[in-house]
């Protein structure tokens, strides 16, 4: 195993000891939001605070509602290599409000997945490793093999549909708007789900 591969294993490893679980990981933002405030570096941002309430507001309702396509199911279920499904993650992100129920629901079909949660400003070293375009974006999943130790893939921080469109916006305006950031907020509402789950298909 070559120095930097070995690097990464152990910061993941080492990482993993204080992972949350799914339900974990909810029971941390309620608080935080109950407090008036968000997890990460900045928990008494009042933005951030408003937008933690908002994703929390989107997880129970995902939650709830939230179905799987029944293609997608059948192909989950069929895998049969162990995986771990590291996400680095934070109260305040709108993606990761629209995108952690999903992987969670299709983590929950498979008992060889297990989801694993991290919240990004305590994980420094390790989302340094996994930048995306040289940003700490997030949410970003590192589907890990743990008996080889090795990275197999990874994911985020949007479904592929979304990475477009925000490419595509960016590429036209220079930056990404408030109007666009509701816009977006749509598009997850319109899709339920459809695009993150065919995109975590392909990682297993």
Known sequence: MDTEVKNITEIIEKSLENALTYENFKKEVATVVEQGKSTGNNPNDEALANYSKLTYARIKRLDKTLKIEDSITEKVKNVVK?????????SWCGDAGQTIPVINKVAELNPNIELKLLLR?????????????????????IAYDSESKTVLNTW???????????NDYKEAHGKLTPEFKQDLQLWYN???GKNTAEDLLKLL
């Open 156 to 166: 985020g921080p949007r479904p592929s549909e979304a990475t477009k469109l925000v």
């Open 121 to 141: 400003d305590d994980n420094d070293e390790l989302m340094s490793e996994f930048l995306t375009n040289g940003g700490k974006s997030i949410p970003k999943l």
């Open 82 to 90: 162990p995986v771990t499904w590291i996400v680095l993650t934070e």
């Open 190 to 192: 319109k899709d339920k």
